[in-house]
């Protein structure tokens, strides 16, 4: 069942103001009562933001998930088969490993010519020329 905030704010509020009868039937002053009330308060507010961000299994239509595979045995490299013109496959089977790295680190990673020439002790300009990117 989701939360209706209205509806349980309004039950809160109602159990506050009997609560604070009693209170005061026991002699405790507005400070004490009003410290009880905000502790209160904090609790339903977390309960709240509970209920708003969780959820059950039986609330989700199963049929429509999709489930991400695990990646971690996939090659670094598998980008390279998605590519349907054989004549960048041809281009790429003849390149360095080393040239297909950096090009990894460009199109895969997201690294700049700067950030990869960096790692590599190059140039930008050698990087740019190795595999041609711009």
């Given amino acids: 069942m989701k939360w209706n905030n209205g509806k349980k704010r309004r039950e809160f509020e109602t159990q506050q103001a009997k609560l604070k009868e009693q209170y005061i039937t ?7 009562i009003r410290a009880i009330y905000e502790s209160d308060l904090a609790e339903f507010n977390g309960q709240r933001r509970e209920a708003e961000h969780t959820f059950k299994l039986d609330e989700i239509d199963l049929e ?71």
Wanted: glycine fraction near 6%; charged fraction near 30%; aromatic fraction near 6%.
């Fill in 64 to 134: 429509n998930v999709t489930i991400e595979p695990d990646c971690s045995s996939i090659s670094r490299y598998a980008w390279i088969d998605e590519i349907s013109d054989e004549r960048i496959i041809a281009a790429l089977k003849s390149m360095p490993q080393e040239y297909i790295e950096i090009l990894t680190e460009y199109v895969i990673d997201g690294f700049t010519h700067e950030e990869i020439a960096a790692k590599r002790g190059a140039t930008r300009t050698s990087i740019r020329r190795k595999c041609g990117i711009d």
């Fill in 26 to 32: 026991a002699g405790m002053t507005e400070e004490q």
